[in-house]
């Protein structure tokens, strides 16, 4: 029963740790991998639809500001 | 960034939200539309699609140099294009009505949403939207002119002349305007139609056919959208504490006098697709100014063989007063592959008969 117990939380914490690190992957691999140093972390990043969701959720207009990373 | 640096900056950029794309890919074209042609382009909008404004120009009198990528974006016209963008979406949010004087900030209709769509992306795989880390392939804004031409070929669809004379520069009008303001004349061309018009220097348009205008953007957004067909262009100018409407009539084919062939990423793509010559507008016609000699070499010797540097274009297929634009365009859209094209040129103070076939077109993104 202990065995088990102890294999349950290994298996959470396993899960719970690859499904961070895969988070992070996905949501900095865009920017990490052009090496986008001009990108701030106050804004969206390449993200239209979070975009559009902020705007009608705070009643602000957007700046979508088109760049080609060089 | 510049809003750290400056307070009035960043007070404005506060009020919005603020979304920063580096890829195309994914992107509805039929939404966000804005001079693709440029390094660094901005819409304003709000999230229920409705367009405000853009901002960030090019023109062929736009000199660049390391100092500075783009001499028509400044900090005060980018302040001005803000504040105008918010006065907007206050009268949007306070007046439902007032979204029909935005309706045709709109894009227009385009045959493909997307441009993973465009039968040009079947054949390259690379066109796609990129996520995570696979971001070998982003699509850049400049590619997307490009495809579409290529797609229009490809499905047989005809390459207007929008396509081309893409987000053309107020100087068609005969205006000069400030980078510092949102549309503030600075010179008006004599005997254009601006002046015919009686537009001054020092007037700024607040309306250019019944838009609002932001920006240098927004007037070559207006006459971008504005029908190639041409037709009356009324502008709603103030002259200090005054206010006037003006008009100015566009011919048909009005785009054709001014000059697409500076945009490189587009011209260049066009000179490789269909001659591989680079061409500059002189008085007495078009002269070529380089022949790229790996293009002949391996796809139109006979060309190679019959133009010369310094050559001048008079006459192609027994027609005169060409631009460098309008010689393109032309090729592009009036000949088949393999058809042959006759010139007259100019050689050393004597006309020259040259004629060879336009190359086979082949499809090709151009990208880093």
Request: proline share 5%.
């Amino acid at each position: 029963m202990r065995r088990t117990t102890a294999i349950g939380w290994a298996t959470s914490i396993a899960l719970v740790l690859g499904s961070a690190a895969w988070l992070t992957a996905e949501e900095r691999g865009l920017k990490q991998v052009l090496d986008d140093k001009q990108a701030s972390d106050a804004w969206i990043y390449d993200d239209l639809d979070a975009g559009i969701k902020q705007s009608m959720k705070s009643g602000k207009p957007m700046l979508l500001s088109f760049v080609c990373v060089p | 960034m510049a809003s750290q640096k400056d307070p009035e900056l960043k007070s404005l950029m506060d009020k919005f939200v603020c979304v920063r794309i580096v890829q195309m890919g994914g992107v509805d074209l039929r939404v966000y539309q804005f001079d693709p042609l440029l390094s660094w382009a901005v819409m304003f909008m709000y999230g229920d699609t409705t367009i405000y404004g853009r901002y960030g120009s090019a023109s062929p009198q736009a000199k660049r140099s390391k100092k500075d990528s783009n001499p028509n974006h400044t900090l005060a016209g980018l302040k001005a294009a803000l504040r105008a963008a918010l006065a907007l979406h206050e009268a949007h949010l306070r007046n439902p009505a007032f979204e029909a004087v935005l309706q045709k900030k709109s894009g227009f209709a385009l045959p493909w949403r997307y441009v993973e769509e465009t039968p040009v992306a079947k054949l390259h795989r690379r066109l796609k939207r990129v996520e995570g880390e696979d971001t070998k392939g982003c699509v850049h804004c400049h590619e997307i002119p490009q495809a579409l031409i290529d797609s229009s070929f490809m499905s047989w669809r005809k390459v207007t002349d929008r396509m081309l004379w893409m987000h053309p520069d107020p100087a068609i009008l005969g205006l000069s305007l400030s980078r510092d303001h949102c549309a503030r004349v600075t010179a008006v061309a004599e005997g254009s139609l601006a002046a015919q018009a009686g537009i001054q220097v020092g007037d700024d348009l607040e309306l250019l056919d019944g838009q609002p205008l932001c920006s240098v953007a927004d007037v070559q957004w207006v006459l971008h959208r504005f029908p190639d067909a041409g037709g009356p262009l009324t502008a709603f100018v103030r002259r200090g504490e005054s206010h006037r409407s003006v008009k100015m009539e566009l011919e048909p084919g009005w785009r054709r006098k001014g000059d697409w062939a500076w945009r490189y990423r587009v011209a260049g793509y066009a000179m490789w697709l269909w001659g591989g010559v680079t061409l500059e507008d002189t008085d007495e016609g078009v002269r070529v100014s380089h022949l790229a000699p790996w293009w002949f070499k391996r796809e139109n010797k006979a060309a190679k063989q019959k133009l010369k540097v310094g050559d001048v274009i008079v006459e192609v297929d027994g027609k005169t007063g060409w631009t460098r634009s309008t010689y393109l365009a032309y090729l592009m859209r009036e000949k088949m592959p393999g058809s042959p094209v006759e010139l007259v040129v100019m050689r050393r103070g004597t006309k020259t008969k040259v004629a060879f076939p336009v190359p086979s077109p082949r499809p090709k993104i151009m990208g880093h």
